[in-house]
């Protein structure tokens, strides 16, 4: 099993991790190089780790959803396509669907359990078609994004979907902060016109 932790890094360490990127360590993990894997797990954990726990709050299944990404990059890491969008943003974005799955599927649970219990009461509202405007709605917000250029759709993933904030994504990214708010800005202002939302 990973365990989550992180090693003391002096600045000679990080001034040569910098000049290796996160795209050629996954480049190399996908060929089963265990020590790119380790530099990679040192340099994100933290990130991934912080980003799952906004999501499912609860410490300990955030631990066993970080891992699980962590086995998945392993697993998948020749999967990634760096024309697609940044190496970081790839693995952020496992990880949030990891946490969001583990959401639903502690929900389904609660929400099973309480068929049980109330299965004999008429519901007060059609679940049917609440469940079909739900998806008619995901459906719409998802072909809007696919509107959106590469890196206005990073930008918002990493913003409403990560939750980061914008000078966490210029981190992230590698850009000025300024150009994070024009991405978000423009992202925002086209999906607001793909979806016919009018301020």
């Excluded at 992180?6 to 996908?30: H, K, M, N, Q, Y």
């Excluded at 409403?160 to 981190?171: L, Q």
């Excluded at 800005?185 to 301020?199: A, F, Q, T, W, Y």
């Amino acid at each position: 099993m990973l365990e989550l932790v992180t090693t003391d890094r002096g600045p000679d360490t990080e001034s040569a991790e910098a000049a290796v990127t996160f795209e050629s360590l996954l480049e190399l993990i996908s060929r089963g190089d265990q020590e790119a894997f380790s530099e990679l797990y040192d340099r994100t954990a933290p990130r991934v780790l912080g980003l799952v726990k906004r999501v499912l709050v609860d410490h300990a299944q955030s631990e066993e959803v970080a891992q699980e990404v962590f086995l998945e990059i392993w697993k998948t890491a020749s999967k990634f396509e760096s024309h697609r969008g940044s190496a970081m943003s790839w693995i952020l974005t496992m990880s949030h669907r990891r946490a969001v799955d583990r959401v639903r599927s502690s929900q389904a649970g609660h929400d099973r359990d309480e068929r049980i219990g109330l299965r004999d009461i008429e519901p007060e509202y059609d679940q049917v078609s609440e469940s079909v405007e739900i998806r008619i709605e995901h459906e719409r917000v998802k072909r809007a994004m696919a509107q959106l250029t590469e890196l206005q759709r990073e930008a918002i993933s990493l913003a409403y979907y990560g939750g980061y904030s914008h000078s966490e994504i210029a981190g992230i990214l590698s850009i000025p902060v300024g150009t994070v708010k024009t991405r978000l800005r423009d992202g925002m202002i086209r999906l607001r016109d793909e979806l016919g939302v009018h301020s």
